[in-house]
């Protein structure tokens, strides 16, 4: 028998922020409104067609990011999820991320995102600025004209 002190309550609390943690994760990749911002255009025998990921395709795509604490994503994730962090915020960076790992953003703006992400050094500008972009781009910043003009400018 197991001694009285072993599931403590420090223990139980621990495993049970855990669990929270968990389910809102689950929930965020279980989510239809998440897998149907998910879908993106894919190349199948020469003709384009929309593909929804499903829960596990998010899911294997996210225990792979998991791998690398340091993962921008994951660290917000983990910050957000501990901190009731707002649900709709967690669900864009993880959309967004997706769409640039997987969706195809990274080969549409390849030209203006390559040097940020592979951290390549812009012309006369400084490595922080990069990181800077490169941490903001990893965590899920949506990639709008805007956004994508301003690093763009960056290069110049």
């Not at 049970?16 to 149907?36: F, G, S, V």
């Not at 915020?89 to 992400?117: C, P, T, W, Y």
């Not at 990181?131 to 400018?153: M, P, S």
Request: include cysteine; charge should be negative; glycine fraction near 6%.
């Amino acid at each position: 028998e197991a001694s009285p002190d072993l599931y403590d309550e420090s223990t139980v609390k621990h495993l049970e922020r855990l669990a929270a943690k968990y389910d809102k994760l689950n929930a965020l990749l279980t989510d239809p409104d998440t897998l149907q911002q998910c879908t993106y255009e894919m190349d199948m025998e020469g003709e384009k067609q929309q593909y929804t990921p499903t829960s596990k395709d998010l899911e294997t795509w996210m225990f792979k990011l998991g791998k690398d604490h340091t993962d921008p994503l994951v660290m917000f994730l983990k910050t957000n999820l501990q901190e009731n962090g707002l649900y709709e915020e967690m669900q864009s960076s993880i959309v967004n991320r997706f769409h640039l790992d997987v969706g195809g953003l990274m080969g549409k703006h390849r030209n203006v995102l390559d040097a940020v992400l592979t951290n390549q050094t812009f012309y006369g500008i400084e490595p922080e600025k990069i990181e800077k972009h490169r941490q903001k781009i990893l965590r899920g910043a949506e990639l709008t004209v805007d956004y994508l003009d301003e690093l763009e400018k960056l290069r110049k």
